[in-house]
């Protein structure tokens, strides 16, 4: 499965211009590749503002649908969703026939006070693209590794994030980290800008091999890269070396 991120520079709180401009990016990808991986708040940028939520299926998810089914590629991302008077940071997933799935962030953000903004997601969810099994996380998602084990059900990780240029060595360290641990392929996104409060992001999106190692990696400007995954590469690695054979179980208490 080829898949593709897009980094781009945001325009804060500025849905037109960001689809526009992530169209324009997108526009090469088309019949190029499988799946198509955009970072959090793609709409938007990282903000509390949530008066510029969406309902489920609003024009966003429209705008998914419509450049999948067109691109003839599956398209994923986060952006600011309200369901009967509670606001998330959803992470959609669609696919060009039309089907999707969600993601509701785990780990709300509570250093930046996201908790008191936006509501916590209840349900670890995977499912399953071009026989890959993924899995999807979101920005803050990314530091607790229990959220993230690997309980032999999924073989890609997806983390999209606005994570800032202070703490980019923590984001390179931990992708590499959740895709040993869990002998799975891990792809992170990431934007490059400014927000509304005068945040710096640089970017350095990659994509990881189950072993740790940086298949293709962006830099600080606005860029898309995309990789080859091969799941029997993935599954020849496990049999050889059958990390997760031996987790440990747990539970997770809501």
């Not at 710096?200 to 962006?218: C, F, L, R």
Request: aromatic share 14%.
């Amino acid at each position: 499965m080829r898949i593709s991120i897009i980094q781009p520079d945001l325009k804060w709180e500025d849905r037109y211009y960001n689809l526009q401009h992530l169209s324009e990016m997108m526009h090469p990808l088309s019949g190029e590749t499988d799946l198509v991986i955009l970072p959090e708040m793609f709409t938007t940028g990282f903000t509390m503002n949530r008066s510029i939520s969406e309902e489920p299926e609003g024009k966003t998810f429209i705008w998914m649908q419509e450049t999948s089914q067109k691109a003839k590629f599956a398209l994923c991302g986060s952006y600011p969703v309200t369901e009967n008077g509670r606001y998330y940071n959803r992470f959609v997933f669609i696919i060009p026939e039309g089907k999707s799935w969600y993601y509701d962030k785990r780990h709300l953000f509570s250093y930046g006070k996201e908790n008191n903004y936006y509501e916590k997601g209840q349900s670890r969810v995977t499912f399953t693209y071009n026989d890959f099994r993924i899995i999807p996380f979101i920005c803050y998602d990314l530091r607790f590794p229990v959220w993230s084990r690997n309980i032999d059900d999924y073989d890609l990780a997806i983390y999209v994030s606005s994570w800032p240029q202070s703490r980019i060595s923590v984001w390179n360290t931990l992708l590499a980290a959740r895709a040993i641990e869990n002998q799975c392929f891990v792809a992170g996104s990431n934007r490059i800008g400014t927000d509304g409060n005068n945040i710096i992001h640089n970017g350095m999106s990659m994509i990881i091999n189950p072993k740790g190692e940086i298949i293709t990696s962006a830099s600080d400007k606005e860029t898309v890269i995309s990789a080859n995954l091969s799941l029997e590469e993935l599954r020849e690695f496990r049999r050889k070396f059958n990390v997760l054979r031996d987790r440990d179980d747990f539970s997770i208490i809501p």
